[in-house]
């Protein structure tokens, strides 16, 4: 069997998925690509975690954030939540997706922001918050 580079292209959360797997067994790389297709379509990533559409499991998370309140959330979820944590750790926060409300300033949570600028006091006031995926706990 002669090995070559076997490709796919999955839609998911906005994001263009290249794949590759180089191989000699085409059938069991189709195998492959079906199942992680299956996989992020079970997820239902863009419907559940999107920042501002719907009642996903993002908003609602989001939510009791705001509102200082607890919030079950399912298995599958943990250990996504707690790899994040890690990698906003990582990265010296860098990588900080518990800036929310910064971003929704700048009109990032609407499809067409027809806002102003915010001000800079505005700014400061989350810039000063400083808050990070370690402020959320995850128990179980």
């Keep these: 069997m002669q090995t070559s580079i076997q490709t796919t292209r999955l839609l998911s959360f906005g994001t263009v998925i290249d794949i590759s797997i180089y191989t000699a067994d085409t059938h069991s790389a189709q195998q492959a690509f079906d199942s992680l297709q299956q996989h992020f379509s079970q997820l239902h990533i863009h419907t559940r975690l999107h920042a501002w559409q719907g009642k ?47 971003i929704a300033l700048r009109g990032f949570h609407q499809e067409n922001w027809t806002g102003t600028p915010p001000t800079d006091q505005e700014i400061q006031y989350w810039v000063n918050k400083q808050p990070k995926m370690q402020d959320i706990q995850v128990h179980g």
Excluded at 77 to 95: E, G
């Design 56 to 102: 996903g499991l993002l908003q609602q998370i989001n939510q009791a954030i705001a509102a200082g309140k607890p919030i079950n959330i399912p298995p599958v979820t943990r250990p996504f939540l707690q790899q994040i944590r890690q990698l906003a750790q990582q990265s010296d926060y860098l990588f900080n997706p518990a800036i929310g409300h910064l």
